[in-house]
């Protein structure tokens, strides 16, 4: 087996790997059934609205915004 990259990432590589990895393992418990995508939604709007209590920085949602919860809209597309 090879050895691991230990190179620093940035950011947007941990963004990305952490938004492929999350978009894929959802997509295929859609396709298998075992949850639908109106489940995922739901669950995705609880726990964003734990990040969103007003004892956190407005700054640091701003940047989750951009970078979390916006982007994926964009670019995934799920089964109907």
Wanted: net charge negative.
């Amino acid at each position: 087996m090879a050895e691991p990259d230990k190179r620093p990432v940035t950011l947007e590589e941990f963004l990305v790997s952490s938004l492929s990895q999350t978009d894929a393992l959802a997509k295929l418990m859609i396709e298998k059934g075992l949850i639908t995508r109106e489940e995922f939604m739901q669950k995705i709007s609880e726990e964003r609205a734990t990040y969103q209590k007003p004892s956190e920085s407005h700054t640091a949602m701003n940047i989750a915004d951009i970078f979390i919860w916006k982007r994926p809209t964009a670019s995934c597309s799920f089964p109907s």
